[in-house]
């Protein structure tokens, strides 16, 4: 698991951050709750979403996962930058939803 998770992170390093969470997904299918595995995805997801413009999905099941690993002084770390990118994501969503409805709205009246 150690050489696996080690992979995700030169992955991650390497600004490739897809393979960087794909890689660790391998890991926790085979190990759950490896915690510098669940550490690394949901860095690389982070990245991913602010790169693309963000999976909230995937995002909020990282964000489960990492709490539920042994917290200690870098998970914390991790989860208040989680906590920050779902939110941007969740306002972004809210005002792609408003905005779409307003405009809609305002081309039957």
């Known amino acids: 698991m150690a050489l696996l998770s080690n992979v995700s992170l030169i992955f991650y390093k390497k600004g490739d951050y897809r393979q960087s969470e794909a890689t660790a997904t391998k890991v926790l299918d085979i190990e759950w709750g490896h915690e510098k595995s669940s550490y690394r995805r949901a860095m690389a997801r982070i990245k991913i ?40 994501l969740e306002k972004k969503e809210r005002k792609q939803f408003s905005s779409g409805f307003g405009s809609a709205l305002a081309g039957k009246m």
């Open 49 to 88: 979403s602010q790169s693309t413009g963000g999976d909230l999905i995937l995002l909020k099941k990282a964000f489960k996962d990492v709490l539920n690993c042994t917290p200690s002084t870098t998970t914390q770390k991790l989860v208040v930058q989680m906590e920050s990118e779902i939110k941007r």
